[in-house]
Structure formats: C-alpha cells, structure tokens
C-alpha cells in the first residue's frame, strides 16, 4: 500500500516568505508526528496529532510555526515569515493507533526547506 | 528530553554479523527502545523495536540489557543495502497519549565489499 507521502519535496522560499509543507498519512492512521531534521542531526519533534486533535506541539520553535489536520488525514504544516535558520528537512510521521509507545512510526521522505 | 548515546560511525564487511550499541540510561520503566535507519535523501525507516525481552524480525534482532539502559541491534549478515545512519530511539510521553520519538545523532554504518 502507499506510504506516508509530503510535498514538496524540494522548497526553496526567500527569507520572510510564508511556506506551506503538506503530509499524507497511511490512511486509516490515527496519529501524524512532524518533525525537523537539521543536516547532519537526529530528527528532532515539532507537533503530534490524534486524528484532528493537536495534544502536543512542544516542539514548535516559535509562533511563526503553525500545523493542522483539519479532517483528521491530510496535514498541513505552515511556517511563517521564514528565515534562514528554517533551512531543514521536514518530516512527517504517521502510525496506526494512538497513545501507545509500542507503535512503530511510518516515515516520509520530508520536504528540504531550503531559506535564501 | 532524554537523548540515547550511539557510536557516530562503524564499519563492517559484507555478509558478516554487525552489532550496533546504544545507550538510554534515561529510559523510564514504560517506554519502548526502537531502532531506525535513514538513507541518504530519505525518511527514516522502521526496524525493530522492543520492551523488555530480546526481539527478532525479519530484518534484525535487537538484544536488550536486563537494566534496560543499553541495547544493541544486531544485523546476522551485513550487505551493501544495510549501510545508512542507525538510530536508536525511545519513546518520551509528553502527556496525554503521545509518545514522540526522541532521536540522538546515531551510527553511520559502512559496509565494505
């Protein structure tokens, strides 16, 4: 079956600029993870979602930083007046159930956000 | 957050056993260790994960200390499609039901011919 698929796969915005980051889960799949992944690191958590519900987005470095998941599938993270230090692979996660540690996370290839 | 601590690199030849160590001397009673590979321009992809009891898939076996603060991935017999990044994961609950994964810098693994 299909993956987990995001779009764009390459971004390149201007400094100030608004970009929007788009995930498709495995459908059926109650929980969305995104996460930033700078180069050479560990992905590193921005948001959760459980079906529509955001229950955590500890990990959003600031307000410019926005997710939804309006219908419960398809997902939208939008990053506001970006600047250069966005410059990241953007990640987007899903699994079947919700709340449980022993679900495996399925993986999209991210989206390069490149900031000039 | 509680981070794992891996070696940054390892090499390994082909068709050879490669044992992959990680620490997580954070880990709390409840939370699973999950491993993790990433090729280059790609997103992370599952492996293995387990709680308490040494596990085996198809893919690997991932041999957990009785403490539980290290485990080590063990891939039997090494190809050249094994080399990637390895990551060792926990699960952190941040409240409620979410148990985001809390990813260090990993192993980059080579495989020799």
């Not at chain 1, 590193?44 to 959003?60: M, P």
Request: hydrophobic content about 30%; overall charge negative; glycine content about 8%.
């Amino acid at each position: 079956g299909a993956g987990v698929s995001q779009s764009p796969r390459y971004k390149v915005a201007k400094r100030g600029q608004d970009v929007a980051l788009r995930c498709d889960p495995i459908s059926g799949h109650v929980s969305l993870f995104w996460y930033q992944q700078a180069l050479g690191q560990g992905p590193e958590f921005l948001t959760y979602f459980q079906n529509e519900a955001q229950l955590d987005k500890s990990g959003l470095p600031s307000d410019r930083f926005f997710a939804e998941r309006p219908e419960g599938s398809v997902s939208t993270l939008k990053i506001q007046r970006t600047q250069q230090e966005d410059s990241a692979v953007y990640l987007c996660a899903s699994s079947l159930e919700g709340g449980h540690s022993n679900q495996p996370q399925h993986f999209g290839d991210g989206t390069r956000l490149s900031i000039l | 957050d509680a981070k794992t601590t891996q070696p940054n690199s390892m090499e390994s030849n082909e068709e050879e056993p490669v044992h992959l160590p990680c620490n997580h001397s954070t880990i709390s009673g409840t939370d699973y260790i999950h491993w993790y590979r990433q090729l280059p321009s790609q997103g992370p992809e599952y492996v293995i994960h387990g709680l308490t009891s040494n596990v085996n898939n198809r893919m690997a076996s991932l041999a957990i200390a009785e403490d539980r603060k290290s485990s080590t991935l063990i891939l039997h017999r090494a190809t050249l499609r094994d080399a990637a990044v390895y990551y060792c994961t926990e699960t952190l609950n941040s409240g409620g039901s979410n148990y985001k994964l809390t990813f260090g810098k990993g192993t980059l693994l080579t495989v020799n011919p």
